[in-house]
């Protein structure tokens, strides 16, 4: 019994079941996780608006509007007369603050690094979104599969129904082998109520990432053979790593803007007074300069404070990439020993139990054997196709984590 033949006709009446069910494929299901995730465009609003924010960065302060009375006496005969005395005047002025060009260099410096930040934090989640939906979809595939299976088994097992009565009617088989196969039938009916429930979960899980209701997993399983090397090469420029590069370089870019507190800033206005006309109107033009001369109390502390941020968020960084290789080698471990306990099944125990069905049944139709006990060896066969299918999936599953997170089809 090949569980694959029932697999499309099984997928099939699943869709007519259902008449809100859609067929998926995986690829479908990536592309889709991409473009329908509030999560994905909440992060791509964030890039946006740190970009926005950046064009700003570096431009001058906006300038300042003074006005008031200067010189004004308040006490003596001309007290509270603006026309009275020559210092005395109604004044308007504009003031422009200039930041040292090094301080708004740093300030550009530290709105980009904002953004490839932002940037980096996306491509996390959209690892994360794929990692997700990619394994949802082989869920929903090998659940649809064993309940195929499962399906077939049962419409098989059924069929000895007719055969076990006219047998125990006729006295040549004992009533207890009609319980034999209600026993098998109630276990395949029982792990086919356990795959429904995975089913169902993976059909939500599927719908998580895709506005789909019901779906169907239609195509091909992805590969379970991996490119281990070209794995192990993409690793330095994994998500992971990338959002600690963005944090380390926040965090020198921190450096630069504590280090141009050092240097003066500059200032410029320019006031007009109106005064008595005896005396006309006066213009005034001031500058000024920001006096950076306590250094080891103010600007100094500060820029010891961003040079340990941002040998913080090294050392973190190294350690991410640690703990990244460990994960990696970790998962390619679970990856291999999945991929070797399917096979084995499949090369190995799958062709003991078939023999095992043949010569059952042969011995069966040869008077040898009792019904029972061809009955027992179908049941034992389709419960190994069901194992064998969740070994399979395991090694799916181990790979496409692996490709999404390591390498192909990454962000």
Same mark, same amino acid.
């Given at each position: ?256 803007? =504590? ?50 941020? =941002? ?64 009955? =027992? ?21 181990? =790979? ?12």
């Amino acid at each position: 019994m090949d569980w694959r033949t029932g697999l499309v006709p099984f997928s099939a009446l699943l869709a007519a079941q259902t008449a809100q069910a859609q067929s998926v494929g995986y690829e479908e299901t990536l592309a889709a996780a991409r473009i329908e995730q509030p999560l994905l465009q909440a992060g791509a609003l964030r890039v946006q608006g740190r970009r926005e924010a950046a064009e700003a960065a570096d431009q001058l302060p906006d300038p300042r509007v003074r006005a008031g009375i200067m010189n004004l006496p308040v006490t003596g005969p001309s007290a509270f007369e603006i026309d009275r005395q020559l210092p005395t005047q109604i004044a308007i002025g504009v003031e422009q603050e200039f930041p040292n060009l090094a301080r708004r260099r740093a300030r550009f410096g530290v709105a980009s690094s904002e953004v490839r930040l932002a940037q980096a934090r996306l491509g996390m989640a959209e690892r994360n979104v794929l990692v997700g939906a990619g394994t949802a979809w082989v869920n929903l595939y090998y659940a649809q599969a064993r309940l195929d299976l499962a399906s077939t088994a049962l419409d098989e097992l059924r069929t000895f129904i007719p055969v076990a009565n006219s047998a125990v009617a006729s006295g040549s088989a004992r009533p207890a082998e009609s319980l034999a196969i209600r026993r098998e039938l109630l276990t395949i009916e029982d792990a086919m109520t356990t795959i429904e429930a995975e089913r169902e979960t993976a059909q939500a899980q599927v719908s998580r990432y895709m506005p789909v209701e019901e779906p169907v997993a239609l195509g091909a399983a992805p590969s379970a053979v991996l490119d281990e090397e070209q794995l192990r090469f993409e690793l330095h420029s994994n998500p992971e790593l990338l959002l600690a590069d963005a944090e380390r370089r926040r965090a020198e870019a921190g450096i630069e803007l =504590a280090r141009a507190e050092k240097r003066p800033d500059f200032g410029v206005s320019v006031t007009y007074g109106r005064r008595n006309p005896d005396f006309g109107d006066a213009v005034s033009v001031m500058g000024s300069v920001s006096l950076p001369i306590f250094t080891d109390r103010r600007q100094n502390p500060r820029i010891a404070a961003a040079e340990s941020e =941002a040998a913080a968020a090294s050392a973190e960084r190294e350690d991410r990439r640690r703990a990244l290789v460990a994960s990696f080698e970790a998962d390619l471990a679970t990856w291999r020993s999945s991929v070797r306990q399917w096979r084995c099944a499949r090369d190995e125990l799958l062709p003991l139990a078939r023999d095992r069905t043949n010569l059952e049944t042969a011995s069966f139709a040869a008077g040898r054997a009792d019904l029972v006990d061809v009955i =027992a060896a179908k049941s034992a066969l389709a419960l190994l196709e069901l194992e064998i299918l969740d070994r399979e999936q395991a090694a799916v599953e181990a =790979a496409v984590m692996l490709r999404l997170t390591y390498g192909e089809n990454r962000p």
